[in-house]
């Protein structure tokens, strides 16, 4: 049995630098995010090529966490290290494998420059926030959303 480890699936500039790592990923995605296109591999290629970034935490071939995350310049918190998705395979949760990713991500955003490490949460979501507010985190602000029909 191999010891877990974080792969970054994407390069600093977004191009995919361990592809099979994308492929095995989309299962543990779609746990988080089941209204993905069926054209998975194709959508995240443009979430890359817009600045987001992929790592995940594999162990014996199999994905056990994701992150998705992206840098932010912005005006009241400075440099952002933002995470658009971060989870854990339902079938290995409690494990370790989300705790992991998450250290990395403050690993990584220091390596950055980053002020701050940030991400949303769904309301519904009590048990990542649980884990959210175990791992320092807190809430600092409401986020406002209007969808613009087209």
């Not at 854990?88 to 002020?115: N, T």
């Amino acid at each position: 049995m191999a010891r877990p480890e974080v792969v970054e699936v994407t390069a600093a500039d977004g191009a995919l630098a361990a592809p099979a790592w994308l492929d095995r990923a989309e299962h543990v995605h779609r746990q988080l995010r089941p209204a993905l296109p069926d054209a998975y591999a194709e959508r995240l290629r443009q979430v890359f090529a817009n600045g987001g970034r992929m790592a995940v935490v594999a162990e014996d071939g199999a994905v056990r966490a994701l992150a998705l995350w992206r840098l932010i310049e912005n005006t009241y918190e400075g440099r952002r290290l933002y995470v658009d998705d971060l989870v854990a395979d339902e079938a290995r949760r409690s494990q370790g494998y989300g705790r992991m990713l998450f250290d990395w991500l403050q690993v990584k955003a220091c390596q950055l420059g980053c002020d701050v490490l940030a991400l949303d949460s769904g309301v519904q979501r009590a048990g990542a926030h649980k884990f959210y507010f175990r791992e320092g985190m807190s809430v600092s602000s409401f986020c406002f959303r209007k969808v613009i029909n087209k």
